[in-house]
C-alpha cells in the first residue's frame, strides 16, 4: 500500500497564505486521484480539493474555490495544496488520500491509502 504523510500546517492569521506538502511512497498511475480532506471539530469529513495528473483534472469544494489550487512535483513525488486568503472557518486537520482506482473521483468512499492529518489553525 502507498504510505502518505501531509505537512505543512501551522497557526495563520485570516487572510495569511499555507502550503501543503503530501509525500507518498510512491503514487502509482497519474490515473489515480490525489485529494485532500479535511475534518473540523464535530463535523463530518469534506472534500475540499481533487487532482488527476493524466489529464489534469481539478475539483474543488465552493468553500475553497478561488482560493485552495493543487499541484504535483513529479521530481519530489510531492502533491501540494495551496492555500491562500485562509479563513477561521479553515480550520481543521487536513490530510491528503489517494483513490483506490485509476478513474477520477470526488468521493471519499472511493479513497483509500488516507494519510496522517496536518492541524491548520485560522486565527480570527
Known amino acids: 500500500d502507498v504510505q502518505l504523510q501531509a505537512s505543512g500546517g501551522g497557526l495563520v492569521q485570516t487572510g495569511g497564505s499555507l502550503r501543503l506538502a503530501c509525500t507518498a511512497s510512491g503514487f502509482p498511475s497519474a490515473d489515480y486521484t490525489i485529494g485532500w480532506f479535511r475534518q473540523a471539530p464535530g463535523k463530518a469529513r469534506l472534500g475540499v480539493a481533487c487532482?488527476?495528473?493524466?489529464?489534469?483534472?481539478?475539483y474543488f469544494d465552493a468553500s475553497v474555490r478561488g482560493r485552495f489550487s493543487i499541484s504535483f512535483d513529479s521530481s519530489r513525488n510531492t502533491a501540494y495544496l495551496q492555500m491562500n486568503n485562509l479563513k477561521p472557518e479553515d480550520t481543521a486537520v487536513y490530510c491528503c488520500?489517494?483513490?483506490?482506482?485509476?478513474?477520477?473521483?470526488?468521493?471519499?468512499?472511493?479513497?483509500?491509502?488516507w494519510g496522517q492529518g496536518t492541524q491548520i489553525t485560522v486565527s480570527s
Open positions: 487532482f488527476q495528473r493524466s489529464d489534469r483534472t481539478e
Open positions: 488520500a489517494q483513490a483506490r482506482r485509476g478513474v477520477f473521483t470526488t468521493r471519499e468512499a472511493d479513497f483509500g491509502s
